[in-house]
């Protein structure tokens, strides 16, 4: 279920224990909403970066396209986007490595290279941004894998380390309920070992195909049957009507079923294709030929992996960012894991605090809303200045496509 729904049925199992307990029904969160709630983690995290500005001049999306990224309005666009970007990352921080290592004095001794990395990010507050971009989004694509996989330990692995992110970041009902969905399945073992055979036998996700790396979450299942359901009329006006809704709800599924079956027998050959659809010579193709216009586009901005001034730097266009976002970075890993911890001990393990005890936001400062408390009184008028050239350029842009006056403007 998704995050509202989840709530609701929790509750109702710690409310009426005897015919909705936890040792009668397993209830899971869904694994698509959990990871559109991590990519709009990750786009607020890099918004105002520089991030899709560079996606934009690297010809990998449009304006508007890449915009939406920083929402997860699409999922499967937004999550390819974090693919190139974490591809183009790697290879510019592998260019970075080769340059220390091909500069380094003879008389000093090399770092391998996770020392080295952590070497820069104390020395680089842009280093230290950009490696924990990749990390993050690293991270993610870890998560969608587990999935695709059908991996439940590696599901249940790669979750647990997502969680102090929600915390940091403010993802109050995500972090609440998210922490509980991860009890649930680390106890399996002991609850239900029966059920915890098969998830561990990767019957926790839906395998529609017989193709490697295509099983997906229970709940996208549930979204791709109901766009079948629904038809091309929808499904409005339905909920107003009982007797149209009662008749949608047991001959919907059933129709769906059947369409599917004689789809199946008129083209059998789409069962017999062993290969995940991404990997065609043409979608690979493509996807390498973004990567490299990627991170070509990034190093020619300036790689922030090389970068050795101190100051923390928009991506595009290397405007110094205000000091309290870089403190951030430096601390954000450390209040997030503490968070979650402290959440973990307190309401799961020795239950001395309610679940529904608000939980504490963190006033962070990233690039999008950085502390204007701590900026000077010039640097806020030539914030505004920006905004409004910014804004009069669109208007003089619109005036000339619509044929636009003095008066008009």
Same mark, same amino acid.
């Given at each position: ?259 599917? $079956?004689?789809?199946? =027998?008129?083209?059998?050959? *789409?069962?017999? /294709?062993?290969? %995940?659809?991404?990997?065609? #010579? ?58 979650? $911890?402290?959440?973990? =001990?307190?309401?799961?393990? *020795?239950?001395? /605090?309610?679940? %529904?005890?608000?939980?504490? #936001? ?48």
């Amino acid at each position: 279920m998704d995050q509202p729904l989840y709530t609701l049925v929790k509750e109702i199992q710690w409310n009426w224990p005897e015919l909705y307990g936890e040792d009668k029904l397993i209830v899971m969160f869904g694994p698509l909403h959990i990871e559109m709630g991590a990519l709009r983690l990750l786009g607020e995290w890099l918004d105002q970066s520089g991030w899709t500005s560079t996606l934009v001049q690297a010809n990998i999306s449009s304006v508007g396209i890449a915009i939406s990224y920083v929402k997860a309005s699409h999922v499967g666009r937004t999550r390819r986007a974090h693919q190139i970007t974490a591809c183009a990352l790697f290879i510019l921080l592998k260019v970075a490595y080769k340059h220390y290592m091909e500069n380094i004095e003879p008389n000093e001794q090399s770092l391998n290279k996770d020392d080295w990395c952590n070497l820069r990010c104390a020395e680089s507050p842009q280093f230290h941004f950009w490696y924990i971009t990749l990390k993050l989004q690293m991270l993610v694509l870890t998560f969608v894998s587990s999935v695709r996989w059908g991996d439940f330990q590696l599901y249940i692995n790669s979750l647990t380390e997502m969680m102090p992110w929600f915390f940091a970041m403010n993802h109050v009902n995500y972090a609440r309920w998210l922490s509980i969905h991860i009890r649930d399945m680390a106890s399996l073992d002991n609850r239900h070992p029966d059920i915890f055979r098969e998830f561990t036998s990767g019957k926790f996700v839906v395998h529609k195909t017989t193709r490697p790396f295509s099983a997906i979450g229970i709940d996208h299942a549930h979204e791709q049957a109901n766009a079948l359901v629904k038809g091309d009329g929808g499904a409005i006006g339905l909920t107003e009507d009982p007797t149209a809704l009662r008749r949608w709800m047991l001959a919907g599924p059933e129709v769906s079923r059947i369409i599917k $079956d004689f789809e199946n =027998q008129m083209d059998p050959k *789409d069962n017999e /294709v062993d290969l %995940h659809h991404e990997q065609t #010579k043409a979608t690979q193709d493509i996807f390498a030929q973004n990567v490299r216009s990627l991170s070509t586009t990034m190093e020619d901005m300036g790689n922030p992996y090389m970068e050795e001034s101190k100051d923390l730097l928009v991506l595009d266009s290397r405007d110094i960012v205000d000091p309290s976002v870089t403190q951030t970075i430096q601390q954000i890993g450390a209040i997030g894991k503490e968070q979650y $911890d402290a959440y973990v =001990q307190d309401r799961l393990i *020795d239950r001395t /605090v309610p679940i %529904h005890e608000p939980i504490k #936001k963190n006033k962070l400062c990233l690039f999008r809303c950085p502390n204007k408390k701590a900026m000077s009184k010039d640097k806020l008028q030539l914030r505004s200045l920006k905004s409004d050239c910014s804004l009069f350029s669109r208007l003089f842009i619109s005036c000339q496509v619509r044929g636009g006056d003095l008066d008009f403007f």
